[in-house]
């Protein structure tokens, strides 16, 4: 077997979801009990590694708007789907940055296996906006050291695989890269937890040389974008691989059978030094019910397959 986890933000029930919108009065232990019964959900399919699944978050950088730098500003399209982001204003120093996102998880139910899900710092330079820093690389620069100081309170409070999503790198044409390594570089120098790199709205083909170079634990590829026989021809040695495989874009549910004998396949070509099944992106996009079908079919491929 190989080890696993889920990426992002999980979907919000029908009962929290109504809470939401008339902001019931027990909306905060409505919280606590859906994370409750994800986690339990995500131990019962003996997945590698637990995260919160943060239904309490509007979007992933929602915690982030609580700096007393930050100010938030309209809500914007996420790429091209039909759910949107509050995008924010980065015009500080981020001073007082260290333990939003700590603040923000549930991490007294959490098992010692946990990960925890953030944006990677181009990403978020890219999507947001910032009067102090006018280039994006300043910016990028500026939030990877805020970033930094976020994770180094999650890895001593026991969180030791860090996701960073980076859906701009994959999305976006043309991406700086010396930029996206500088800043990773900020994260991961003398960093004590595993970095995975998660790529999702975009083929990242062409761009998955460079990508290899960069300074993370490995990488994150979301195979319904990037082409699975592109994979296949890079070697991963001396690189985590997390092939992000199960599919939260829609309700089918995975043939065990056909995708553990793919991920077997795709290990024997890349040769990681370590390899992960993922789900390639948010669980958010699906109704509760198959989100958990989908964390518990995650697991049963997991065991299917052979180590790296």
Not at 138 to 162: P, Q
Not at 236 to 241: E, I, N
Not at 267 to 273: A, F, G, Q, Y
Request: charged letters at 25%; aromatic letters at 8%; proline letters at 4%.
């Amino acid at each position: 077997m190989i080890s696993s986890y889920t990426t992002g933000i999980y979907p919000r029930s029908e009962k929290l979801i109504d809470a939401t919108r008339t902001n019931a009065k027990n909306l905060a232990s409505l919280y606590l009990a859906e994370k409750k019964e994800y986690i339990v959900i995500q131990k019962k399919a003996r997945l590698g590694y637990v995260c919160d699944p943060l239904v309490d978050w509007d979007d992933i950088f929602r915690p982030f708007s609580k700096l007393k730098s930050v100010k938030p500003e309209a809500l914007n399209r996420v790429y091209e789907t039909n759910t949107f982001y509050r995008k924010l204003a980065l015009d500080g120093d981020f001073a007082d940055a260290g333990n939003i996102v700590k603040s923000h998880l549930a991490v007294s139910l959490l098992p010692k296996n946990r990960t925890v899900c953030l944006v990677d710092p181009y990403t978020f330079a890219d999507v947001h906006v910032s009067s102090r820093y006018r280039k994006k690389d300043e910016l990028a620069l500026s939030i990877a050291k805020m970033l930094r100081k976020e994770i180094d309170t999650l890895v001593k409070s026991g969180f030791s695989l860090i996701q960073l999503v980076a859906p701009s790198i994959a999305y976006n044409p043309k991406v700086d890269f010396s930029t996206v390594k500088d800043a990773l570089n900020i994260i991961t120098k003398g960093l004590k937890a595993k970095t995975i790199l998660h790529f999702y709205f975009g083929d990242i083909t062409k761009k998955l040389e460079r990508l290899l170079d960069m300074p993370v634990s490995g990488l994150g590829i979301d195979t319904t974008t990037t082409p699975i026989s592109s994979i296949k021809k890079h070697s991963f040695s001396g690189k985590t691989l997390a092939i992000g495989i199960v599919n939260s874009y829609n309700t089918k549910l995975e043939d065990k059978h056909e995708l553990v004998t793919e991920i077997n396949n795709i290990i024997s070509k890349t040769k990681p030094n370590e390899a992960f099944v993922t789900t390639n992106f948010d669980l958010q996009y699906l109704p509760k019910e198959f989100a958990v079908r989908k964390i518990l079919k995650l697991g049963e491929i997991a065991r299917g397959v052979k180590s790296a």
